[in-house]
């Protein structure tokens, strides 16, 4: 393909799609699958099929609209305007055909009022085409702009400048780490060597994040397209995603996409024609949380156990084989594409001088509106749990939200006027992460909530190095003495002594982190632990 | 020079048939075939031969072993490191139940005393009767939802607890014997 036809395609897609009146957009996310999006989708075809004489509506299968709590979610585009339709069953796809497609009259009961903050508190970079495009054709990811960023990269830059607008859009790793993307690329360019990987971390394995599934489900050639880019700009020839097994629904768009964009010669050999060549293959993890470490990663795509290894040297250098890689996640990589075609200052303009753009969220526990959310950086904590979550359910408050999974840490109400970024999460005892939210309530207990992160570390430590195989498994002994009420005033001394030395001698980020959750509850809710100390022993 | 040639091709991969018969085999060796033997193509071999065999036996494992000329023990190390790897055949049935945060704070923890006492089985075990297999999962990624369970490999959500126990029911009879011995 040239870029004359990736023109040409974009804009006979463009008049394709113009060619319909109205259309009706089905979310097929596995959020939405789950509660039966696959039969609504049906439910519109076999309706339309029926009503729609003059093929004047088009239906849409595409990814995530966001508010995952109250799937399957429908959005309809008619004359007058967009209308967002929740919990849509099979039988009321059938009337919003007839009332609303048809009669021009939104069926009230289940439209969803896009005025709130949980839509309009948004901006939208990553999830920008998501729930608007159909994720199983290239095709529409080409007319909403997709593989530009590829094409201006080949066409117009060379590679050390898509470095620069890289660096100077201030991108900063989303895995939770908040390493400059730039200065990593930088350095993989820099190192002399024929073969070089880039990698894309697509194994999500916080509990409570599905940001990176529902970009994979919804917009999977944005994705791809950032690889390629990362490929260009660092000279590399092949890429690999390393997915979760969790996710097939992902694993199977990522695999379309892929066949699609080797079709178009948009990946492959001799990319839009320039002398730039690239391959993307998938690698499916196989359960183990410690292949989000990315030395780990990296050993898993190599067929062997997923075991971290000391660093330096860092991936950028010596990574995949031996050879100088790339590791970014999802979210980073999603970014880079919208980068190169606005430019790295437009990037910059978003967000906090140190932490620029947006970052996915995703919500969930004890909150009204669950789902996926996108803001930009800096956005105060209290915004989105009360504002675009809702606040908690009736008759609970709000008493704690907890990001980063197992590595992070509690934040109390005290601190909800925080700014999002990554270094005031930090100042607190939380980090970024990948982008799990769940917000607890009153009636979650925190040394429980502690004991079950500690469980979780416990069982996915992967053994090598002693502070974590041991550490983890004292600490959870620990903190289930305490949950049974039978620890002492020197059992907590204790706990707090191991959280020190786990945290400071573990080899990596998993054993490092794996006591945060532990300290961030002990320094904003010491009081719940001393409330479960024996009697004799509380003062 | 000829001979060298061929002699060559005739050690390229195209494993001789698995000497059980068993077609499953080819399946199989067309994934290893796939990767051109490769050892690093490792992970992506067993989750073929579990797809095919529906758990990972010994003898698949010795196979896989040779064809990929990797030590057994690296082989039998892999696939006992990661959960997703089975090495017990599964139950008829699979309920598998997220253990994510969200489900956590969501009450996923008396479902799963729930599941265990009415299967008479823990999480990652199987019932007496082969009946259903109880798994557990890190986090499926649909938090929104919570509590989510997949069961037979479809995804259910806001699960409560009289949902798990009519889906198990329907299973395991309703005589409540089901687990025991």
Redesign the interface.
């Given at each position: 393909m040239t870029h004359d036809e990736l023109h040409e395609k974009a804009e006979a897609e463009r008049a394709r799609q113009a060619g319909f009146a109205k259309r009706v957009r089905c979310c097929t996310a596995s959020g939405c699958q789950a509660c039966g999006a696959g039969e609504v989708h049906k439910a519109f075809e076999v309706a339309i099929e029926q009503h729609d004489k003059d093929d004047t509506i088009e239906v849409v299968p595409t990814g995530c609209m966001g508010l995952c709590g109250q799937g399957p979610l429908v959005t309809v585009e008619a004359p007058g305007g967009e209308v967002l339709y929740e919990q849509v069953t099979p039988a009321l796809a059938g009337r919003i055909v007839v009332e609303h497609l048809q009669g021009g009259t939104p069926v009230a009961e289940i439209v969803v009022d896009t005025s709130v903050p949980f839509f309009a508190a948004q901006t939208k970079i990553v999830n920008e085409n998501s729930g608007k495009i159909d994720a199983t054709r290239i095709e529409a990811y080409l007319a909403a702009g997709g593989y530009a960023g590829l094409a201006k990269a080949l066409g117009e830059l060379q590679p050390g400048q898509v470095i620069d607008e890289i660096r100077a859009s201030g991108l900063r790793g989303r895995g939770g780490g908040g390493y400059p993307t730039g200065l990593k690329w930088a350095i993989t360019r820099k190192v002399e060597q024929e073969q070089k990987y880039v990698v894309c971390n697509a194994d999500e394995g916080d509990p409570g994040a599905f940001m990176d599934r529902s970009v994979l489900e919804s917009d999977p050639h944005r994705v791809l397209e950032g690889m390629a880019i990362a490929g260009y700009a660092v000279g590399a020839t092949q890429g690999y995603i390393y997915v979760r097994a969790e996710y097939p629904l992902a694993i199977e768009r990522l695999k379309t996409a892929i066949r699609q964009a080797e079709r178009q010669g948009l990946l492959g050999n001799r990319i839009l024609e320039s002398s730039f060549s690239f391959r993307i293959d998938i690698r499916v993890g196989a359960g183990a949380f410690v292949c989000g470490e990315e030395t780990a990663l990296l050993r898993s795509i190599e067929g062997r156990r997923g075991r971290p290894r000391p660093r330096p040297p860092y991936p950028s250098e010596s990574g995949l084989f031996g050879k100088p890689t790339v590791i970014n996640n999802v979210e980073t990589f999603a970014n880079v594409a919208p980068i190169i075609r606005n430019g790295g200052a437009w990037f910059a303009g978003i967000g906090t001088p140190k932490s620029a753009g947006t970052k996915v969220f995703a919500l969930a526990g004890k909150i009204r509106n669950t789902g996926l959310i996108e803001v930009p950086m800096g956005i105060p904590l209290r915004t989105i749990v009360f504002d675009i979550g809702g606040g908690t359910p009736e008759g609970t408050t709000f008493k704690a939200a907890q990001t980063g999974g197992p590595s992070g840490g509690c934040i109390p109400a005290a601190h909800l006027d925080l700014p999002v970024d990554y270094e005031s999460l930090q100042a607190v005892g939380s980090i970024m992460g990948s982008g799990g939210l769940i917000v607890m309530d009153s009636t979650s207990s925190m040394v429980d909530v502690a004991r079950y992160f500690m469980e979780f570390s416990m069982d996915e430590s992967c053994g090598k190095c002693i502070p974590c195989r041991v550490g983890t498994v004292q600490l959870h002994g620990l903190l289930d003495k305490l949950t049974h009420g039978d620890a002492t005033a020197a059992d907590l001394e204790l706990l707090e002594e191991l959280c020190v030395m786990v945290k400071e001698t573990s080899l990596c980020g998993l054993g490092q982190a794996a006591p945060n959750p532990v300290l961030s509850t002990l320094r904003f809710f010491r009081d719940e632990y001393l409330a479960v100390l024996q009697p004799a022993e509380r003062s | 020079m000829a001979r060298t040639e061929r002699a060559m091709t005739a050690t390229k991969p195209a494993p001789a048939a698995h000497p059980s018969g068993d077609k499953r085999f080819k399946l199989l060796d067309r994934a290893i075939n796939l990767h051109q033997g490769n050892?690093?193509?490792?992970?992506?071999v067993?989750?073929t031969a579990q797809n095919v065999f529906g758990f990972l036996e010994d003898d698949v494992l010795l196979y896989i072993a040779h064809a990929l000329k990797r030590p057994l023990s690296?082989v039998y190390?892999?696939a006992t490191?990661?959960?997703?790897?089975r090495l017990k055949p599964a139950g008829e049935h699979t309920f598998i139940l997220c253990?994510?945060?969200?489900?956590?704070?969501?009450g996923a923890p008396q479902l799963q005393k729930a599941v265990e006492h009415r299967c008479r089985a823990r999480f990652g075990e199987t019932t007496k009767d082969g009946k259903v297999s109880l798994l557990t999962?890190?986090?499926?990624?649909?938090?929104?939802?919570?509590p989510?369970a997949v069961v037979d490999g479809q995804?259910?959500?806001k699960m409560s607890e009289a949902d798990a126990l009519a889906r198990l029911n329907a299973w395991l009879g309703d005589d409540g014997k089901a687990g025991a011995p």
């Open positions: - | 050892g690093h193509a490792l992970i992506e067993l989750h690296q190390g892999v490191f990661y959960h997703y790897f253990q994510g945060t969200a489900c956590y704070v969501k999962a890190r986090c499926v990624g649909s938090c929104g939802l919570a989510v995804m259910a959500s």
